[in-house]
């Protein structure tokens, strides 16, 4: 499995920015996806974006669609999630998530996923 170590939450004000950083050790596989997801309080975590360690085609859950964006960074086993124009509902827990064994699940299910962060608080106020 991957171990994955999230940093970057904090408090911001709404319209406000972020980036968070998530680190990967272990054995990571180009072909696999590495994604964020959130969880707001008294809700179920969901998904935010994905995409492959080698890049390419990057999925978006239409509430961050034009603000949030997805990279890798493969020499630091890195991935970053850009925040900009932030919301008070874009507070929540979020959490990087990676694949490490093959799965026909879809990059916006967890389902997919086998290795998670501890997560890291995003504040949003308004």
């Known amino acids: 499995q991957v171990q994955l170590v999230e940093s970057g939450g904090g408090l911001v004000q709404a319209g406000g920015s972020l980036r968070l950083s998530c680190a990967a050790s272990?054995?990571?596989?180009?072909?696999?996806?590495i994604g964020w997801f959130r969880q707001a309080p008294g809700k179920e975590r969901e998904f935010v974006l994905a995409?492959?360690?080698?890049?390419?085609?990057?999925f978006y859950a239409n509430s961050v669609k034009g603000r949030f964006a997805i990279s890798t960074d493969n020499a630091k086993n890195t991935v970053y999630l850009q925040m900009n124009s932030l919301k008070p509902e874009d507070t929540a827990v979020y959490y990087c998530?990676?694949?490490?064994?093959?799965?026909?699940?879809?990059?916006?299910?967890?389902?997919?996923?086998?290795?998670w962060g501890q997560g890291t608080q995003v504040t949003v106020s308004s």
């Open positions: 998530a990676a694949q490490s064994t093959y799965g026909s699940s879809r990059p916006y299910s967890r389902d997919l996923y086998d290795s």
């Open positions: 995409i492959r360690w080698s890049g390419g085609s990057t």
């Open positions: 272990g054995r990571t596989f180009s072909g696999y996806y």
